[in-house]
């Protein structure tokens, strides 16, 4: 009885131990700097968006908050180094929605775990993506795209940031409803593949009003329809892809942070209470969330957590439909 007593009063003093050694974790965190991780070349929504954010957080963290660009394989690269990196919270994944709920469905032998390989931290920003065409291309609404495909089968392209991102997804499931043949050119980041679509190497794509809404009102790209279930705020003059008639497609797009799966508790709480008192700040909001057309979403990483179950069940869809099979 003694010696049971003993084991249990053991246990419970290692279990306080475990907890005092996270709370103090959380309290000392960082005291190293501090890097984050876009799976995706510099110049996209959420390398802008966490760079802005990476300022604020050095200065109340007092250590540097470094943002570092992994592009390639449809973000895999990037975000495998992150699920790679020591469970301490100094090495993030800040990205887009498309490696944990898209990749899961499109690559057979993913290096990471969607779901276990990470520590939902905090959704940053939730909004709906512009189906984007350049400017010469006859086409103003979806009927047109789609009257067009079908008079040239196969020659009609879209570009996409890689395999089961936003416009690979849309565009597959488009030409799938619709009995399209059409072409995809994967470029390696939402950046490069805007830059293609301006210089019309490609002639329709989507992208968010955060990395579109410039280029829209220079005219140097024009959009057709957006994929969200009323109108931008933004560019109220766009109708919806409902209204055009194609109430399937929809095509939310979010930007999210992620610490390795491991991370203490305690230290996940602290960045994301840090990130949500960045975000929160109305000043900081009017500077570099509201003129890019962003909605912001912070909330608990539990939030993350279900958003990440119902866009993967959403995303199962879509590749279906679209006939997308891992590769």
Do not use: C
């Not at 512009?130 to 570009?159: D, R, Y």
């Not at 830059?195 to 190497?201: D, F, L, P, S």
């Amino acid at each position: 009885m003694l010696k049971r007593t003993l084991t249990a009063f053991t246990l419970l003093l290692a279990a306080f131990g475990s907890v005092a050694q996270v709370s103090a974790d959380a309290k000392d965190f960082p005291s190293r700097p501090v890097k984050f991780i876009v799976p995706y070349p510099a110049g996209g929504g959420v390398d802008v968006l966490i760079r802005a954010i990476g300022q604020e957080l050095s200065v109340k963290w007092r250590q540097p908050v470094v943002v570092e660009n992994r592009g390639g394989a449809s973000g895999i690269i990037g975000t495998q180094a992150v699920a790679s990196a020591p469970a301490n919270g100094e090495t993030l994944l800040a990205t887009v929605d498309s490696p944990i709920t898209a990749n899961r469905f499109l690559f057979k032998d993913l290096p990471y775990d969607p779901d276990r390989g990470f520590a939902p931290v905090i959704m940053l920003v939730r909004n709906y993506n512009f189906v984007l065409a350049h400017p010469s291309l006859t086409a103003n609404t979806l009927n047109e795209v789609v009257a067009g495909a079908k008079a040239a089968p196969g020659k009609a392209n879209f570009g996409s940031y890689g395999q089961g991102s936003h416009p690979h997804l849309l565009f597959g499931l488009l030409a799938q409803r619709e009995g399209l043949q059409m072409t995809h050119v994967p470029y390696k980041g939402v950046a490069p593949l805007l830059g293609a679509i301006v210089a019309n190497e490609v002639p329709l794509t989507t992208g968010s009003a955060a990395v579109a809404s410039a280029q829209i009102k220079a005219g140097r790209l024009k959009a057709i329809a957006y994929a969200g279930p009323k109108r931008s705020n933004e560019f109220p003059d766009v109708p919806t892809t409902a209204e055009q008639g194609f109430g399937y497609l929809l095509s939310p797009i979010w930007y999210g942070v992620f610490a390795p799966a491991g991370t203490p508790p305690a230290i996940v709480e602290k960045i994301n209470q840090d990130i949500r008192a960045v975000m929160t700040d109305a000043e900081f909001v009017r500077r570099n969330v509201t003129p890019k057309g962003q909605e912001v979403a912070v909330g608990r990483p539990a939030d993350l957590a279900a958003a990440i179950r119902q866009d993967s069940a959403l995303v199962g869809e879509m590749t279906k439909a679209a006939g997308l099979k891992p590769e």
